[in-house]
């Protein structure tokens, strides 16, 4: 039997981009956002598989921040805050895109993106030199927020919009990305406050508690996952770039000074967590970033190859007092820490994390997705499967009797009892068993026993593992062990 894999090499990865989004519908991973209205854009609903992966993965960097490091401490702050939050983090001033409209098709772009758009056109057509310099000279105007040379890069290179075909384009404006909403009934006097556009503000506004009570010393950490909205202009490809997203991120709270070795500590820490999902470290690489944003002293992205290329999966920034100051100045509370080693008070200068859970969640997803071709000479074949980490897989194990008759629905469902307390299982008794098997490969499920006749005369059972469909005999009382050594 030859088992091909023929992802990797799928004529148009695209095309695979498009295989892995409807997959997760047909599979109950991910759905449009109240599609039964036609969708809303960019916004995306997690299903019953889905919303498992993304907990075990949230659970997953949860457990290697906090409880792997003795001291990261997590917390869970409210998504509102007092609105003079975001005048102080300079998001109310600064937290804009540049963006220009094609003045026939009304289609707002976002400049950066428009450019790279191109660059990559130019490289799918062998002219490589040509797209890097366009990518070097887009960063050197971006970095000197230089707009009309912008402008000017746009036309000479006769950049097009996708929808029209024609180069008319505005000028370049900025636009501010934070939702804002009111908070109070509209009777009373009306408070305009903002959707948080990322979670790292909650961690701020509590750091003298958070320092207090847990009584750390510097340096430490405070990490958090939760809700960022962002009212993205160019919202697109999938879970990738949404309106309503989710942020795993830790602040790191050290000595000014020693920002250097911090930001190179963090670089090669996540990189190492990265890889620790059974990632090949091929499929990933850092972006340094040339234009800083308002808050950091150096800044590098990690990007993992998506199906659709090299893209930002976490941010590493070393914002060094920015944000602290800042609160100190707007609240008029002082953000300073005494560090008794050295006998001085100081405003600590901070490392952040930033890491999308949704964009982990598609990368997970992208490195999963296969198309087998289990061909032999005398029968075609082919499966779909999803070969997510077990420890991440939203079903451990699959029980499935052979047959609705003779006792065996009983033998499975007491494997079922067994195993449930321990690790999310399935029980499944309708179609063959080949169909099953082929159910539980799409899903990503890495074991399934299958109950027997045999089962009962020696409390025996089939063990199939997903990834290489290898079956093997093995006892009932050993079922547990064997799938739990692999999901810790
Ligand atoms: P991008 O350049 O792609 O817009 P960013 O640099 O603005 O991203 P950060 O502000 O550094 O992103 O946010 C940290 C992380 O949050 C990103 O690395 C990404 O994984 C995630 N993220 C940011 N915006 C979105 C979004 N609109 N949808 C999904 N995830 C997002």
Same mark, same amino acid.
């Given at each position: 039997m030859s088992t091909t894999i023929f992802a990797a090499t799928m004529a148009n990865d695209n095309k695979k981009f498009q295989a892995i989004i409807s997959h997760c519908k047909e599979y109950g991973y991910i759905f449009p956002s109240s599609e039964i209205y036609d969708g809303l854009s960019a916004v995306y609903d997690y299903g019953e598989w889905g919303s498992e992966l993304k907990k075990n993965i949230k659970d997953y960097w949860w457990k290697s921040m906090t409880q792997m490091h003795e001291n990261?401490? +997590?917390?869970? #702050?409210?998504?509102?805050?007092?609105?003079?939050?975001?005048? #102080?983090?300079?998001? /109310?001033?600064?937290?804009?895109?540049? &963006?220009?409209?094609?003045?026939?098709?009304?289609?707002? $772009? =976002? /400049?950066?993106?428009?450019? !790279?758009?191109? #660059? !990559?056109? *130019?490289?799918?057509?062998?002219?490589?030199?040509?797209?890097?310099? *366009?990518?070097?000279? &887009?960063?050197?105007?971006?970095?000197?927020?230089? $707009?009309?040379?912008?402008?000017?890069?746009?036309?000479?290179?006769?950049?097009?919009?996708? /929808?029209?075909?024609?180069?008319?384009?505005?000028?370049?404006?900025?636009?501010? *990305? &934070?939702?804002?909403?009111?908070?109070?009934?509209?009777?009373?006097?009306?408070?305009?406050? @903002?959707? =948080?556009?990322?979670?790292?503000? +909650? %961690?701020?506004?509590n750091f003298l508690n958070v320092q207090k009570t847990s009584r750390l010393k510097i340096p430490f950490g405070i990490a958090q996952v939760g809700k960022a909205f962002r009212n993205e202009i160019v919202a697109r490809q999938f879970i990738f770039r949404m309106r309503e997203f989710e942020q795993?991120?830790?602040?790191?709270?050290? =000595?000014?000074?020693?920002?250097?070795?911090? $930001?190179?500590?963090?670089? #090669? !820490?996540?990189?190492?967590?990265?890889?620790? *999902?059974?990632?090949?470290?091929?499929?990933?690489?850092?972006?340094?970033?040339?234009?800083?944003?308002? @808050?950091?002293?150096?800044?590098?992205?990690?990007?993992?190859?998506?199906? %659709?290329g090299f893209k930002e999966v976490e941010g590493i920034h070393s914002r060094t007092d920015f944000d602290l100051r800042n609160h100190q100045q707007y609240s008029k509370k002082k953000m300073q820490y005494f560090d008794s080693e050295i006998n001085q008070n100081y405003i600590p200068y901070v490392i952040e994390t930033s890491i999308g859970l949704d964009r982990t969640v598609l990368m997970v997803l992208s490195e999963a997705y296969r198309e087998e071709d289990l061909s032999t000479a005398d029968k075609q074949d082919s499966r779909v499967v999803l070969a997510i980490p077990p420890r991440l897989a939203p079903i451990k194990l699959a029980i499935l009797p052979l047959v609705k008759k003779d006792g065996l629905p009983e033998i499975a469902r007491q494997i079922m009892d067994q195993c449930k307390p321990w690790f999310r299982c399935f029980y499944e008794e309708k179609d063959t068993i080949g169909k099953r098997y082929r159910r539980m490969d799409a899903i990503g499920t890495p074991f399934c026993v299958t109950v027997d006749q045999q089962s009962k005369e020696d409390g025996t059972v089939t063990i199939r593992y997903r990834d290489s469909m290898q079956q093997d005999r093995i006892e009932i009382s050993r079922i547990k062990e064997i799938v739990e050594k692999q999901i810790f």
């Open positions: 990261i401490v +997590g917390i869970d #702050a409210a998504i509102f805050m007092h609105p003079t939050t975001w005048k #102080a983090s300079g998001h /109310v001033d600064n937290f804009s895109d540049p &963006m220009i409209d094609n003045k026939d098709s009304k289609k707002r $772009y =976002r /400049v950066d993106h428009l450019i !790279e758009n191109f #660059a !990559e056109e *130019l490289e799918e057509k062998g002219e490589s030199d040509r797209a890097k310099k *366009l990518l070097e000279e &887009m960063d050197r105007l971006l970095a000197a927020s230089d $707009y009309e040379g912008l402008k000017q890069l746009i036309e000479q290179n006769k950049i097009k919009c996708s /929808v029209s075909g024609t180069a008319h384009w505005t000028d370049i404006r900025q636009f501010n *990305l &934070m939702f804002s909403t009111q908070l109070g009934s509209v009777t009373e006097e009306a408070n305009e406050i @903002y959707l =948080r556009p990322e979670t790292a503000q +909650g %961690i701020f506004v795993m991120e830790m602040q790191y709270f050290i =000595r000014p000074g020693t920002q250097k070795e911090w $930001y190179a500590f963090w670089k #090669a !820490e996540r990189m190492k967590w990265h890889q620790s *999902l059974g990632i090949g470290p091929e499929k990933f690489r850092f972006h340094d970033h040339v234009k800083l944003a308002h @808050y950091a002293d150096a800044a590098c992205d990690i990007e993992y190859e998506f199906p %659709i």
